[in-house]
């Protein structure tokens, strides 16, 4: 079970490897943001764990300060630039006019 569970969590840094070299993803995804995702993702580390009556599997990433500062600066360019979207549920009672 846990070599299964390895290789799916290899599987999956794969896919978002692949998702985010994408020429679409390239386009929408401002580069800076995309080249920290690339380096947490090749950064990435799954390793089998045997502790005598307990197997797991260990995913670890390391967080870097330029990771963190691409992340804060995306957020904040993104904030200004698209207005925010109201929850489903907050739509729904506005239409209603109602109050919780």
């Given amino acids: 079970t846990t070599s299964r569970l390895a ?6 840094l794969s896919l978002a490897q692949a998702g985010l070299n994408d020429a679409k993803t390239r386009q929408q995804l401002n580069p800076a943001l995309r080249e920290a995702y690339l380096a947490l993702l090749k950064g990435a580390d799954v390793s089998k764990l045997d502790r005598g009556d307990t197997k797991s599997v260990r995913l670890a990433f390391e967080i870097t300060r330029a990771f963190l500062e ?4 995306s957020a904040a360019g993104s904030e200004s630039a698209v207005p925010a979207k109201p929850a ?3 739509a729904a009672r506005a239409k209603k006019g109602g109050h919780t």
């Avoid at 290789?7 to 999956?12: A, M, S, T």
């Avoid at 691409?70 to 600066?73: H, N, P």
């Fill in 88 to 90: 489903p549920a907050d």
């Fill in 70 to 73: 691409s992340a804060r600066r």
């Fill in 7 to 12: 290789d799916l969590l290899h599987g999956i």
